[in-house]
């Protein structure tokens, strides 16, 4: 099977931009979760997605959104971008909800904020 | 809230040896735990899980022990070789509810 994917792996954008990342889950998954993960920090959890409904949400601002197609697909979108929104950007599948299956990593998107 | 702590920011072993990795949590709910390892630039790759009703759990190299009363897991890797070079993450969850991550440890495993 493959695993999960994410495009595009490398952005480069400006202050107050927008921004969209996209995450094909590994096939049959129905959960997306995103992360945010900056130097030195751990993995900042952002949102989950199941069945095309978000689940649980962390604790960043409303700037940052998410959605969930019917084929598991996942998008994340950061508005007005800030200079501190510069880091990778990972998404995670599983089989079932969150908490309750193993999390496959994609290879993540660095974006970069100038 | 840091709910999952890794308190060893950095590990450093000789090859062949053991290299224990540990992990702390505060939240008595969590009964589902991963260890992933991370290179530079990609995205962590997992390594191995244990639930609530087991104390431990073997992967080839890999053991994860899990001491509940205690809130604490280890994931023990033997022997060390110079490929698991990389940042381990632990993270912790129950049903329905988001994995928690530690902030990582960073095992350099010297030839």
């Known amino acids: 099977k493959a695993g999960v994917t994410q495009t595009p792996r490398y952005l480069i954008k400006t202050r107050g931009q927008q921004v969209t990342l996209s995450c094909s889950p590994i096939?049959?998954?129905?959960?997306v979760s995103w992360y945010q993960q900056t130097p030195g920090q751990g993995l900042q959890f952002l949102f989950e997605?199941?069945?095309?409904?978000?689940?649980n949400k962390g604790n960043f601002p409303g700037r940052f959104s998410g959605r969930q197609f019917s084929n598991s697909r996942s998008e994340m979108n950061v508005s007005t971008l800030e200079l501190g929104d510069s880091a990778l950007y990972l998404c995670?599948?599983?089989?079932?909800?969150?908490?309750?299956?193993?999390?496959?990593f994609g290879p993540g998107t660095r974006l970069t904020v100038l | 809230d840091q709910q999952v702590k890794q308190n060893s920011p950095s590990l450093s072993v000789q090859e062949g040896r053991i290299s224990i990795l540990n992990c702390d949590y505060t939240?008595?709910?969590?009964?589902?735990f991963l260890w992933y390892k991370k290179y530079p630039a990609e995205g962590p790759t997992f390594l191995i899980s244990?639930?609530?009703?087991?104390d431990k759990n073997e992967d080839g190299r890999f053991t994860v022990f899990l001491n509940k009363s205690a809130k604490h897991l280890s994931l023990h890797i033997v022997p060390s070789q110079p490929g698991d070079s990389a940042v381990y993450f632990c993270?912790?969850?129950?049903?329905?509810?988001?994995?928690?991550f530690g902030t990582g440890t960073s095992l350099t495993v010297i030839p």
């Open positions: 096939s049959g998954h129905r959960s």
């Open positions: 939240n008595s709910m969590f009964d589902y």
């Open positions: 993270a912790a969850s129950y049903p329905g509810n988001q994995f928690y």
């Open positions: 995670a599948s599983s089989l079932g909800l969150a908490g309750t299956d193993t999390q496959y």
């Open positions: 997605y199941f069945s095309e409904t978000q689940r």
């Open positions: 244990i639930s609530s009703i087991k």
